[in-house]
């Protein structure tokens, strides 16, 4: 992963939520951002799920969660415009 994009993604993510509301994760799974990093800079985040339950039939996510994941996602979309147009 990118370290330059995982850094506007913690950035925002600390701006959004605060220092206790994010977490660091590290994936095991093979996920397409692993592939397409291969050819261009890429990064992932997760939200989290119910329970911890995942890839299965009875994953959910709290829709609070999914609001702050977006914001999240915006905020640091934002900051990667910015930084390659050179405002940040």
């Not at 990118?2 to 093979?30: F, K, N, Y």
């Not at 890429?42 to 989290?48: D, G, K």
């Not at 329970?51 to 009875?58: C, M």
């Amino acid at each position: 992963m990118d370290p330059l994009l995982q850094g506007h993604i913690a950035a925002a993510a600390e701006d959004c939520l605060g220092a206790e509301g994010w977490q660091t994760m590290h994936s095991g799974a093979v996920h397409d951002a692993g592939m397409v990093g291969k050819r261009m800079p890429s990064s992932m985040m997760f939200v989290p799920s119910i329970n911890g339950i995942s890839h299965n039939f009875a994953e959910d996510t709290d829709e609070e969660d999914i609001v702050n994941g977006a914001h999240v996602f915006a905020q640091a979309a934002a900051r990667m415009v910015q930084h390659a147009h050179g405002i940040a």
